[in-house]
């Protein structure tokens, strides 16, 4: 059989036809739009990788030059299936920042080879040119290339390039454009819809290298929304949630530019008053919760009576969000610092040697009670035991360090109700107030009978309704978190401290093992796939409390200010990123890709749509604004993380 030269159809030609099937493979894949105004800096890219490919490809003998043709073709399927994996499991992309999340990484691979599975034809599809390549491998040459040529190519390569950083000016100053997300703004999903997987890569790759800070917007704060106007002379004037810290001295001292500019930054940042709600729950006992994977669709009467009882009654928050942001271990660190899981977040945050003046369990014990920890899983996943000693708790159990000898920690997952039983005892008789921690898992995926040990559990109780396996299986697993909540409330009952304990509860993420037609199987209105997939509760109520509506919007990063503010807890409003819902300040919800929700609508970042709440007019103005606070407040929340900014700012001298 005649042999195919590459030299005379060009090694460089074939490869870009391969990245270009590729990319419009991967965007027919996961829905993103295949062309549009940002392709021609996809084309323009892939075109610079081919002439380099062209030039590598070809310096050594045939035999060398085929395995270095293989190999790339392999690694760049393997790169594009990888992200086609985990945008399918977590509706985001793969990028280096959550590399610090290797115990996730680890639980999910049982499920990995379950999710290739699952998405198998859009493996094998990206894969194909690696496949017929490497059956064809014995007649094709890729021959040792001129220097002439080389030189030729290696000035088209520069060329292009160039053409490359020219297109990036259009429209610089632009939001979210391509020019801001290649020197400004840290975005992986927008980078992907913009760029392209193989260039985000590239990005992605250099910024872990040499580094990245993203530039700060200075903004004029826009008190638009704000309603704290003091018309009435006889209306009671609040105090702000300060701590007395002398930024100006800070400033003048410090010789970091990063470090000086978030002094600064701190210093203008807008304080949130106390309320009539401050000291509300007041020396009360407080039990959070963690709850893994619950949303607002597993919240039912027939099916979860209690969950059902405690999201209609106390605080009723009606747009509240649970951001998807680096799954459990992010949604845990927004409920528990009141910082946005910015890229970049997990390896200090997992470390546990942060200084964390405000962490929970410090600020509670600072107030005199005695606090509690408690997770039915394994305390070493994601170095919980780590992070949570960081934050005030001394006395953290779970499995693997006494909890096993109380619960069964051999079935998966493991019982909500039977942690609750487990450990009760521990607190209930303390000689203070106690404060209590549970990060839950029995909600966890996989959503199948036979997966989930407490889907199995509960399956007979939702034998009656007729919606497919995996959200039947859903909502069957979280049967388990509303039972442990219930024996819960029935103990403090018992024990006569109902009327004194608050009881909080926020969910991690929502649940991703579902698609999201199968989340809307189940949901009450059609939800979409990046803002209001998330939509949820947040549970914070007491038994003798009146029920108080919230319409104000808000998010994981606001539970920890206003729990802080109900019970009474000394801390600075402009160092937390999240604000107290139960504020004037106006309410915001941020999205991993930088859409985000306020009061006055919904922004998505990926069409630069904005969508108003009941028709009101909102100007370009607003909705710059809003970008730029979204974004200075995502850049702050990893800064704090990666230069240890509190220890900086309240940290011991």
């Excluded at 407040?633 to 309240?650: E, H, P």
Aim: charged share 20%.
């Amino acid at each position: 059989m005649k042999k195919f030269r590459l030299r005379k159809f060009y090694l460089g030609v074939v490869t870009f036809i391969i990245l270009l099937y590729m990319e419009v493979t991967f965007r027919l894949l996961t829905g993103n739009v295949i062309f549009s105004k940002n392709i021609i800096y996809v084309l323009i890219f892939n075109l610079i990788i081919s002439l380099f490919f062209d030039v590598i490809g070809r310096i050594f003998n045939r035999k060398t030059n085929k395995i270095i043709f293989l190999i790339n073709l392999f690694l760049l399927s393997l790169l594009y299936s990888i992200q086609l994996c985990v945008f399918k499991m977590f509706s985001f992309y793969f990028d280096f920042g959550l590399l610090g999340a290797s115990g996730q990484v680890a639980s999910f691979a049982g499920d990995g080879v379950d999710l290739v599975i699952r998405n198998i034809i859009g493996v094998i599809l990206l894969f194909m040119p690696f496949i017929l390549f490497t059956i064809f491998n014995n007649i094709i040459l890729i021959e040792r290339e001129n220097k002439k040529s080389i030189l030729i190519k290696s000035s088209l390569c520069l060329v292009s390039v160039g053409s490359f950083y020219l297109f990036l000016q259009i429209n610089k100053d632009k939001i979210n454009s391509p020019y801001k997300l290649y020197y400004d703004v840290n975005n992986v999903d927008l980078n992907v819809r913009t760029f392209g997987v193989l260039d985000t890569f590239v990005i992605d790759t250099y910024r872990l290298i040499f580094g990245f800070d993203e530039k700060i917007d200075i903004i004029i704060k826009d008190n638009d929304g704000d309603s704290d106007n003091v018309d009435n002379p006889e209306e009671i004037i609040y105090e702000y949630n300060n701590l007395d810290i002398d930024f100006d001295a800070l400033i003048s001292s410090e010789s970091n530019k990063t470090i000086k500019s978030m002094h600064e930054y701190f210093k203008n940042e807008r304080s949130t008053k106390q309320n009539k709600y401050t000291k509300y729950f007041e020396g009360k006992n407080l039990i959070l919760f963690m709850a893994e994977s619950f949303n607002e669709i597993a919240v039912r009467e027939d099916t979860t009576p209690t969950l059902y009882k405690l999201v209609s009654t106390g605080f009723k928050f009606n747009n509240f969000y649970t951001p998807t942001i680096s799954s459990t271990i992010g949604g845990e660190f927004q409920e528990l610092t009141g910082l946005v899981a910015a890229s970049g977040f997990v390896s200090p945050w997992k470390s546990g040697n942060n200084y964390f003046p405000f962490g929970v369990a410090t600020s509670f014990k600072e107030l005199g009670y005695n606090t509690f920890a408690y997770h039915d899983h394994s305390i070493y996943f994601q170095d919980r035991y780590k992070y949570l000693k960081a934050l005030g708790f001394d006395n953290f159990k779970g499995c693997f360090n006494g909890l096993e000898k109380s619960i069964n920690c051999k079935q998966w997952p493991e019982s909500d109700v039977e942690m609750i039983n487990a450990t009760f005892d521990d607190y209930i008789n303390s000689d203070k107030p106690f404060f209590t921690y549970y990060a839950t898992v029995s909600g966890h995926g996989g959503y199948t009978f036979t997966q989930s040990a407490m889907a199995k559990k509960h399956q007979s109780d939702v034998a009656g309704l007729e919606f497919s396996e995996k959200p039947l299986a859903y909502l069957a697993a979280q049967i388990e978190l509303d039972r442990a909540l219930e024996t819960l409330i029935n103990k403090l009952k018992e024990a006569g401290k109902l009327d004194n304990t608050v009881i909080a509860l926020v969910g991690d993420h929502y649940p991703y093992y579902l698609s999201i037609d199968e989340v809307n199987e189940i949901a009450s209105y059609k939800k979409d796939s990046v803002v209001e997939v998330n939509k949820s509760n947040f549970i914070l109520w007491n038994s003798e409390m009146e029920t108080i509506n919230v319409d104000k919007v808000g998010s994981q990063i606001d539970v920890l200010p206003t729990i802080y503010n109900l019970f009474g807890v000394k801390y600075d409003s402009r160092l937390i990123i999240g604000k107290d819902i139960l504020s004037t300040e106006p309410g915001l919800a941020i999205f991993g890709n930088r859409s985000w929700v306020s009061d006055k609508g919904t922004y998505f970042a990926k069409s630069g749509k904005f969508v108003s709440k009941n028709n009101e007019t909102v100007s370009n103005n607003y909705i710059t604004y809003m970008n730029s606070l979204v974004g200075n407040r995502m850049i702050m929340s990893k800064n704090i993380l990666t230069n240890d900014y509190y220890k900086k700012v309240l940290g011991v001298k």
